[in-house]
T-cell receptor
Framework: DTAVSQTPKYLVTQMGNDKSIKCEQN?????MYWYKQDSKKFLKIMFS???????INETVPNRFSPKSPDKAHLNLHINSLELGDSAVYFC???????????FGPGTRLTVL | KNEVEQSPQNLTAQEGEFITINCSYS?????LHWLQQHPGGGIVSLFM???GKKKHGRLIATINIQEKHSSLHITASHPRDSAVYIC?????????????FGKGTLLTVNP
């Protein structure tokens, strides 16, 4: 059973398009995250949701819109894709309080 | 400014060697994490520490709160340990639990 899953694994698209990435966790965790990993492998937090409520929004362009339909799902929609959006996007989840984060396999987004 | 510094950036070792990766941070923390990212890309959490020392198999993580420093040690290193090791810190004082990441250490263990 995959604890945190993401779809798609790879996404290749043209500049200006709109795309979505989906994430699901079956761990019963309350908190979920989106992270961006750039070409130098540097990870940076983008968003966090706790029980469907947005709690962290890290100066991400408003072309990026996260949505959490329930606490097991966190999706990321990106409008008007730009070359600089090319990266690997990781979803993660965590139980309440300081604790281990469980990462999804990542979605490699390439914008041409 | 809340910062996380890792060293070295790159590390090459021979199989069997003892490995140490270091992480320093700028201000007080609520927890420090060590993560492993294999060439295939997946990220796995190795340890979460707020004090002292933890051990799992050949991996040992230590933290010195006063010195704002943590180390990850690998004993009897093996080629399968080749990966990027990432230190991540949750700084204290924030209302939400948010990780700030180091730039990672690329470890290559040669047979």
């Amino acid at each position: 059973d995959t604890a945190v899953s993401q779809t798609p694994k790879y996404l290749v698209t043209q500049m200006g398009n709109d795309k979505s990435i989906k994430c699901e966790q079956n761990l019963g965790h309350d908190t979920m995250y989106w992270y961006k990993q750039d070409s130098k492998k540097f990870l940076k937090i983008m968003f966090s949701y706790n029980n469907k409520e947005l709690i962290i929004n890290e100066t991400v362009p408003n072309r990026f819109s996260p949505k959490s339909p329930d606490k097991a799902h966190l999706n990321l929609h990106i409008n008007s894709l730009e070359l600089g959006d090319s990266a690997v996007y990781f979803c993660a989840s965590r139980a309440s309080g300081p604790g281990t984060q469980y990462f999804g396999p990542g979605t490699r987004l390439t914008v041409l | 400014k809340n910062e996380v510094e890792q060293s070295p950036q790159n590390l090459t070792a021979q199989e069997g060697e003892f490995i140490t990766i270091n992480c320093s941070y700028s201000v007080g923390i609520s927890a420090l994490h060590w993560l492993q990212q294999h060439p295939g890309g997946g990220i796995v959490s190795l340890f979460m520490l707020s004090s002292g020392k933890k051990k799992h198999g050949r991996l040992i993580a230590t933290i010195n709160i006063q010195e704002k420093h943590s180390s990850l040690h690998i004993t009897a290193s093996h080629p399968r340990d080749s990966a990027v090791y990432i230190c991540a810190v949750a700084f204290s004082g924030g209302s939400n639990y948010k990780l700030t990441f180091g730039k990672g250490t690329l470890l290559t263990v040669n047979p």
